[in-house]
């Protein structure tokens, strides 16, 4: 059994706590100076994430088994509130044509002026983990673009969440790579790319390489700014993909 999800909207809720320097937190007595305090309050948000959802064929077959999951970020041109944009490349083009993935597929859309949100994004993989059979030591991120940067900031945000990821003409934190030394990584860049420099990519490639990470480089000679199209038709990906889960760090 597979499908796709078109117009599924999912409403979660994110309580975040936010502290600051350890401090006396009550009120300054003295007048002019410079104290040291304490933020301790529950802030509550309401977030809506549209996206849609592949369930691969025999799904419904067992209820016992557990399935890999990709989590695909689409690019800046596909934001917006037409779900169908989000079709337009990777995975869920591949669905939409007719290819039958091994994977459960979790395609959101950014809403329209807004970039990538890691608690979101976080939020989003909760519910669907809930919902769905969902192996968690197989989960993986690959996006294209704007979706690149998101991948590489999802993954240095939750760098012990992921069995691998898969950034393509994105841009990292060189700074952070460490947090995420551990994970396997394939990068992918068109060596023409006049919208994202591949320099941007090879300086993660090199980061990671520093502290021992585990990181492979795809450069596409003769690509401009797609490197996605070639990457997401490319079966050894997924492949790739199901050779990895997830691990914990050194």
């Known amino acids: 059994m597979s499908f796709s999800v078109g117009m599924s909207v999912t409403f979660l809720v994110l309580s975040l706590f936010v502290a600051g320097c350890v401090g006396d ?5 003295a007048g ?15 977030v809506v994430c549209r996206y849609l959802l592949y369930l691969p064929d025999g799904y419904a077959e067992s209820e016992e088994r557990r399935w890999p999951l990709i989590l695909f970020l689409h690019g800046a041109g596909e934001r917006g509130d037409d779900i169908e944009k989000v079709k337009l490349h990777g995975p869920p083009k591949l669905i939409a044509q007719g290819r039958r993935l091994p994977f459960i597929v979790v395609s959101p859309q950014c809403p329209a002026g807004e970039w990538w949100s890691c608690e979101v994004l976080d939020a989003l993989l909760c519910e669907v983990e809930t919902r769905y059979r969902v192996d968690r030591d197989r989960v993986y991120v ?22 691998a990821i898969a950034p393509i003409c994105g ?6 790579a460490e947090r995420i030394r551990h994970l396997p990584v394939w990068v992918f860049h068109g060596a023409r790319d006049d919208v994202v420099p591949i320099e941007e990519s090879q300086r993660m490639v090199d980061a990671l390489k520093r502290c021992g990470g585990n990181v492979k480089f795809t450069i596409y000679p003769d690509a401009g700014h797609d490197a996605w199209t070639e990457t997401y038709n490319n079966p050894a990906l997924y492949e790739w993909f199901l050779q990895n889960r997830r691990r914990a760090r050194e």
């Open 25 to 29: 937190s009550r009120r300054p007595s």
């Open 32 to 46: 002019a100076g410079q104290y040291a305090l304490t933020l301790d309050r529950e802030v509550t948000r309401r």
């Open 171 to 176: 841009r990292g934190m060189p700074l952070l």
């Open 142 to 163: 690959t996006g294209l673009s704007m979706g690149g940067f998101g991948t590489w900031d999802l993954a240095l945000k939750y760098p012990d969440r992921f069995a």
